[in-house]
């Protein structure tokens, strides 16, 4: 018998393994999942999921991603819609649309990307927090409009 404590989790159970994709492999196509996703490689695709997003200072994808949390220290160009916190490590190189709830930018960090943020707190009439980002490098600041 097994305590509570000592139980083994079901692969079945809410986010399960996370998934990987290594360095030197590319993908063509849509993946859907449960589970958080680290990428090392290349996806030139969508990702779905109800967990977390990390690509890898060597990872790459091009595409729209849908998630919770996201942490980026790789390449992203493409939509970029993120429920919970978007982290960007001073690696980080974000080009196309971006609409999150919470954003975390590390100095260095490139982020070409017209950004729209909304949450529960501090939204405008329109859903919006007022916050439009179109810098052109990474040594420009973000602007609040």
Do not use: W
Request: hydrophobic fraction near 35%; charge should be positive; glycine fraction near 14%.
């Amino acid at each position: 018998m097994f305590s509570d404590r000592q139980k083994p989790k079901a692969m079945s159970e809410i986010g399960g393994q996370p998934n990987r994709i290594e360095k030197n492999t590319k993908i063509k196509g849509d993946i859907i999942s449960e589970a958080d996703f680290r990428i090392d490689g290349k996806l030139d695709g969508n990702v779905k999921t109800s967990g977390k997003v990390v690509i890898g200072k060597d990872g790459y994808i091009h595409g729209k991603v849908e998630c919770v949390n996201a942490d980026i220290e790789g390449s992203f160009n493409g939509e970029l819609m993120v429920s919970d916190l978007l982290s960007l490590k001073s690696s980080a190189v974000i080009e196309g649309t971006v609409s999150v709830s919470k954003l975390a930018v590390e100095p260095g960090a490139t982020f070409n990307a017209s950004c729209s943020m909304g949450g529960k707190k501090g939204l405008g009439a329109n859903g919006s927090a007022g916050f439009r980002s179109t810098a052109n490098n990474s040594n420009e600041a973000a602007k609040a409009s």
